[in-house]
């Protein structure tokens, strides 16, 4: 089985193929940064116009790559949403093109599936399992109880974890993209030097919340006036310790939660670009040891959007006989607790 997935929901144009065997043969990403680097953020317009110009010669070089021809592929997957629908719908279009061509399955895929299921693919993970999701636009704590059976446990309640990263970093002026440059000045700061809220610490529940953390930074700044290069580190090092340490938190609750839910289940994964955060995938280790539950984490270049994890959800879901229908319509919002619109 040879399934072939297109990622272009936000910035990255991407396309894999991955056969059931659990084999990547092939993952090309390529990132939009240089065309978005001018307005320190995605700018949805010109993502979708970048995904016009790049899908064609992506899915062709990771065709070449693979070493496959159309006609070998068992289904052509895409992520439909949820997304900036410009560049979903250039996703879209393009593998319904293929799939009509080549007579092949076509298979509307969430992007959040495609990282839910991930580490499926790259970890021996069961179903169920508990599914802590970081990505720039979501932050979700799930059960995964299979492809499509998701049972959400909590969210946010404003911004996402990643998209508290980005606009940190937008206010530090420690470049684009946000996250990885957080993580990157953070390892020359002091994470005690600034006292920051942990939001909704002791909560008893499971969501999230980053703006007024977000906000407690931007105050900080004020404060300081203008900023030395060792104050925007222990700034990014104080702010990353205070997302970790709130995640940790939220996180404690949902394996409680999960864990009376579904007594035997031992994995705990993370996902999501913001899982690529080495303190915080390391903090999420500790608390899996210590709760004795298995950590499974993709790896780094995984948890970031990519094709593979379009192409493996894609294979997931056909294997258990659920394709769609040439009339899917992308979409803006999908939560992934639901197949309903
Ligand atoms: O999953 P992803 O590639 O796209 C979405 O589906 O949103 O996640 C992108 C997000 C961005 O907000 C980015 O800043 C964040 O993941 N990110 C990180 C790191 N690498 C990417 N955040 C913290 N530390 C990182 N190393
Ligand atoms: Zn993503």
């Not at 303190?279 to 950590?295: G, P, S």
Request: proline share 4%.
């Amino acid at each position: 089985m040879l399934v072939m997935g297109i990622e272009s929901s936000c910035d990255e144009t991407a396309c894999a193929i991955v056969n059931d065997k659990r084999e990547i043969l092939s993952s090309v990403v390529w990132s939009q940064f240089e065309e978005h680097r001018r307005f320190g953020g995605v700018v949805p317009e010109i993502a979708a116009r970048a995904h016009l110009e790049q899908v064609d010669l992506i899915v062709q070089e990771a065709m070449t790559e693979a070493k496959v021809d159309f006609d070998d592929l068992s289904a052509v997957a895409v992520a439909g949403g949820p997304g900036l629908i410009g560049g979903v719908i250039v996703g879209v279009m393009t593998a319904k093109a293929i799939a009509m061509a080549h007579q092949l399955p076509f298979v509307a895929v969430n992007h959040l599936e495609g990282h839910a299921l991930m580490a499926r693919l790259t970890n021996d993970v069961a179903f169920p399992y508990l599914l802590l999701l970081v990505s720039g636009g979501h932050c979700q704590i799930l059960a995964v109880e299979a492809p499509g059976k998701y049972v959400r446990l909590g969210g946010t309640i404003d911004d996402s974890a990643g998209e508290a990263f980005d606009k940190v970093a937008k206010m530090l002026q420690v470049g684009y993209p946000g996250g990885p440059n957080i993580e990157r000045v953070a390892v020359y700061g002091d994470p005690k030097r600034f006292a920051l809220p942990r939001p909704m610490k002791g909560r008893d529940d499971c969501l999230f919340s980053f703006s007024g953390l977000k906000t407690a930074v931007r105050h900080q700044i004020e404060v300081l006036g203008t900023l030395t290069e060792q104050d925007k580190a222990d700034l990014a090092a104080s702010f990353q310790q205070a997302v970790i340490e709130s995640v940790i938190d939220r996180l404690k609750h949902g394996i409680a939660v999960f864990k009376e839910k579904y007594p035997d289940a031992k994995d705990l994964v993370v996902s999501g670009g913001v899982a690529a955060n080495c303190a915080l995938r390391e903090a999420i280790e500790n608390l899996a040891r210590v709760r004795q539950m298995t950590f499974a984490a993709p790896p780094l270049k995984l948890c970031t959007d990519n094709g593979v994890m379009i192409a493996w959800a894609g294979l997931e879901r056909f294997k258990n006989g659920k394709t769609s229908s040439l009339d899917f319509k992308a979409r803006p919002r999908w939560p992934l607790d639901s197949d309903d619109i």
